[in-house]
């Protein structure tokens, strides 16, 4: 059966996504730390730990991510985009890509901000309008 996340790039759930490529997909964390909390995945490997992908898919998913953290940065203010790698979640390799204040922004044990479907929609279009730039 596949992964969460698998479903979610094959567009069988719902997603605010932000990017998108034949190998990779970018979409909202629908519980962020801040707002504009975006999650990478490769789309067709569903093993949970990032040191088993093979170095294509490795190397092709920083790649991504890296696009991916340039358009949300252009996006939505932030001092810096942080990244984590977990993996503990759900068992499909992904990259979290936070937009960060401060440090203590990373912290994943902290109350999550609210928001709301129309804010998720309006930031997703905003980071992929900046992606589509790059």
Known sequence: MAT?????ANGEIPS???????DFYA??????LAKGHTLVIPKRVEDDYIFHL??????????????VALALKAAVPCQRVGVAVLGMEVPHTHIHLVPLQTEGDMDFRKERPAVTPEEQKAIAESILKEYEKL
């Open 16 to 22: 605010w996504k932000v990017a998108e490529s034949e």
């Open 4 to 8: 969460l996340f698998t479903r979610i």
């Open 27 to 32: 979409f909202l964390d629908i519980s962020p």
């Open 54 to 67: 093979d170095e294509q898919t490795y190397a092709g998913l920083w790649a991504f991510a890296r696009k």
